[in-house]
């Protein structure tokens, strides 16, 4: 990997230079900043608990607007905000979207579920805040809303989404690998640039590592001012990542094992409907306009997790099946393997014929699919296996990177379709009737992979590969 390195030039006058530099009439060497630093800029003033620029500190206001859904897409929409300890009671507006600005009247009010935050004792995290969040229930499928949040004085723009058809009719999402580190300064054009090339996007998916530190408000606060409004506009869909675990301290200065970021339930509303024993909110799935999403954790209960998959996907009516976790079945990196979780869940996978399957971790590109390893059902092969298989895809969005594999997937029963290293990505998944189109692209716009799956009836799907390899 390239290492970058930046010099901080400060101006400085030239009474100032010729004080600095004494008699021997040469300046004194600039001092590198890190990695990630913003050259040329200033430290922000401390942030009275924990250290930390202005933006980030919670104030009466609404800031951290994001949306996620904790119930049906096509008849609810959740949204959760912070702000600090003061704003005891929330709530949220909503109407109908207009193109007249006379839409407000009237709104429809629900008042927030209101969870002080207090983390002073946990290292890195260091504040005391207030998450609000609300659930709009018996929404209109496919109809645009308008909605603001706050607390009766203090209130957010208005933003506006639209809920799931009730129809399988045509949608496009968003896919990010690990973002992870120097988030504001590096990953922020990534996940702008993906907004960019698909604003109507209906949501985004985050396959774990969003931050580098699980407990750091600041990591937290560099990863929702780097989206800024989109996440506010476009729902997110997030499964945790190892770096979303840590240990931290109680009140009484113990000391407890990793845990999920005290950060994660507080601020994201998604489906309680994942598997016993697995941390909630953490596991889950759900269903838009044809297609079911299985959230993995993969840090937590793999085999657990394994028996509720088999029941989730063998009652799935979706005509499509995305599966969505960090670690993943064929590493891409290193000397990495997760034997453990692919013996677990890609038997299930290969069972159900599971179409395309999200991954991270380790920060580098991978695309490649599964083929038949028997023509027994009972044995665990995919009965799309013949032709495609289960489509596999690792990514990375952040600047974090790692060299690809020794021997790429020469040891797993899979196909290497595309590869990359040191480069950025997001992708786009459109899901059109009977076809797929998945299309990644570089923070810079530029395509790099894409293919299509095609379902036709009575046969495997059919994968077409739509990628140029001139490059």
Not at 119 to 142: I, Q
Not at 150 to 174: I, K, V, Y
């Amino acid at each position: 990997m390239a290492h970058r390195f930046w010099i901080r030039l400060v101006p400085v006058s030239a009474a100032a230079l010729v004080a600095a530099c004494g008699s021997s009439g040469s300046a004194p060497a600039p001092t590198p900043s890190p990695r990630g630093g913003a050259p040329g800029a200033a430290s922000a003033p401390p942030n009275s608990a924990h250290g930390g620029p202005l933006w980030n500190q919670a104030s009466p206001d609404p800031d951290r607007i994001i949306l996620t859904w904790s119930d049906d897409p096509a008849t609810t929409q959740s949204v959760t905000w912070r702000t600090d300890a003061s704003a005891r009671k929330a709530w949220g507006q909503l109407a109908p979207a207009t193109p007249s600005p006379l839409f407000e009247d009237p709104v429809v009010v629900v008042e927030a579920r209101t969870e002080t935050v207090d983390v002073r004792h946990v290292e890195r995290a260091g504040v005391l805040v207030n998450y609000h969040s609300v659930t709009f229930t018996d929404l209109e499928p496919g109809l645009l809303y308008a909605y603001r949040v706050g607390d009766g004085e203090r209130w957010s723009e208005w933003f506006q989404f639209r809920t799931a058809s009730r129809e399988a009719e045509p949608f496009t999402f968003l896919y990010f690998g690990d973002a992870q580190n120097d988030i504001l300064s590096l990953w922020s054009r990534t996940i702008r640039a993906g907004f960019a090339e698909a604003p109507k996007a209906r949501f985004m998916v985050f396959a774990g590592d969003l931050i580098n530190r699980a407990h750091s408000d600041r990591e937290w606060g560099e990863w929702y001012r780097a989206a800024g409004h989109i996440s506010a506009m476009i729902p997110s869909v997030a499964a945790p990542g190892n770096h979303e675990y840590g240990q931290h301290t109680t009140v009484q200065g113990d000391t407890l094992d990793r845990r999920l970021s005290v950060f994660w339930r507080p601020q994201f509303a998604f489906p309680v409907n994942g598997a016993p024993g697995t941390t909630p909110e953490s596991n889950y799935y759900l269903d838009y306009q044809g297609v079911r999403i299985v959230v993995l954790n993969s840090s937590e209960n793999q085999e657990s997790q394994a028996r509720w998959l088999d029941r989730v996907l063998a009652e799935s009516p979706a005509r499509w099946t995305v599966a969505v976790h960090h670690h993943p079945i064929f590493s891409a990196a290193g000397n990495r393997d997760n034997e453990g979780l692919r013996d677990a869940w890609k038997p299930i996978y290969d069972r159900h014929g599971v179409d395309l399957v999200l991954q991270g971790h380790d920060h580098t590109y991978a695309r490649g699919r599964t083929r038949a390893e028997s023509d027994d059902p009972d044995a665990g092969s995919n009965p799309l296996d013949e032709e495609t298989g289960t489509v596999y895809v690792v990514s990375v969005s952040g600047p974090k990177m790692y060299s690809f594999k020794e021997g790429s997937w020469d040891g797993y029963q899979a196909t290497l379709d595309r590869m990359a290293e040191d480069t950025q990505l997001f992708q786009t998944v459109t899901v059109d009737g009977n076809t797929l189109r998945y299309r990644a692209y570089t923070a810079t716009g530029e395509p790099y992979d894409a293919f299509d799956l095609v379902k036709e009836a009575g046969r495997p799907n059919r994968l077409v590969d739509r990628t140029s390899r001139e490059d």
